[in-house]
């Protein structure tokens, strides 16, 4: 960062170093695993405004499908996915690809609000599983608007928490395939715990449970269809595993 070397730099460290006053220059010098040399790309530092949910159409021979990518699980995905979701109708889609790869989560209420829209009223989507007393049982709200159209659910490495949670819930439920790689493995509660000088201990006090009673902390999801790109795929910004979920859904 600046010429200076970050191997012995903390993330917050690295953080700090990074950002700045917007409108000012930062250089990155990056190494890529499976390179000889290293580049440097300059950056002009500004506030970074990234859309929870953004979507596209494919045509896909005489089949219109609504690819919705969600990158986080926020306060603006309610809104957005809504307005996805309205479009897809109004466009007449006959298929939904939802994007989750790389998608490390986010709010719990979110992911159920997501699910609603295949699953009927009342559905589990997930449970709260706690050492001690009755696990929390979290249903679905019923919107029902995407109920009967043939959805692909994409998973990557970095589909987490509630990504996974909505996966796990259309998967289980039957009405969605998942293509792509096995997911984080991300289905724990934490709480924080404060300690005496201004400390704290964070400690696990639940996990999550899909609908068909698969502990999602750890194990992750595993696809029905595994596509992993290869180095070549990554270089020439090919994407099989969504060429394949085009493939698969107009099937």
């Known amino acids: 960062v600046n010429g200076e070397p970050t191997t012995d730099w903390s993330t917050e460290l690295a953080a700090q170093k990074i950002r700045g006053q917007r409108g000012t220059e930062v250089t990155l010098t990056i190494y890529r695993q499976g390179q000889d040399k290293t580049f440097d790309v300059r950056i002009i530092r500004d506030k970074i405004e990234v859309k929870s949910v953004k979507w596209e159409f494919k045509q896909v021979g005489d089949k219109n499908i609504a690819v919705i990518k969600l990158s986080r699980f926020g306060e603006d995905t309610k809104p957005l996915f809504l307005q996805a979701v309205t479009e897809a109708k109004a466009r007449g889609a006959q298929g939904i690809i939802l994007d989750l790869r790389n998608d490390p989560g986010g709010y719990l209420e979110t992911a159920v609000e997501v699910a609603s829209y295949w699953l009927p009223k009342n559905t589990l989507v997930v449970k709260e599983e706690h050492s001690s007393g009755e696990p929390i049982l979290y249903n679905s709200y019923g919107y029902e608007q995407l109920v009967g159209?043939?959805?692909?659910?994409?998973?990557?490495?970095?589909?987490?928490?509630?990504?996974?949670?909505?996966?796990?819930?259309?998967?289980?439920?039957?009405?969605?395939?998942?293509?792509?790689?096995?997911?984080?493995?991300?289905?724990?509660?934490q709480e924080l715990i404060d300690l005496p000088e201004g400390g704290a201990v964070k400690v696990t006090v639940a996990r999550w449970i899909t609908p068909g009673g698969k502990n999602l902390n750890k194990e992750g999801l595993v696809p029905d269809i595994e596509i992993i790109p290869t180095e070549d795929d990554i270089n020439n910004n090919k994407d099989p595993q969504l060429d394949k979920a085009l493939e698969e859904i107009v099937k």
């Open 149 to 189: 159209l043939k959805t692909i659910v994409l998973i990557n490495g970095g589909s987490a928490s509630a990504s996974e949670i909505v996966a796990g819930a259309l998967k289980d439920h039957g009405v969605a395939q998942l293509i792509g790689e096995k997911s984080f493995g991300k289905g724990s509660v």
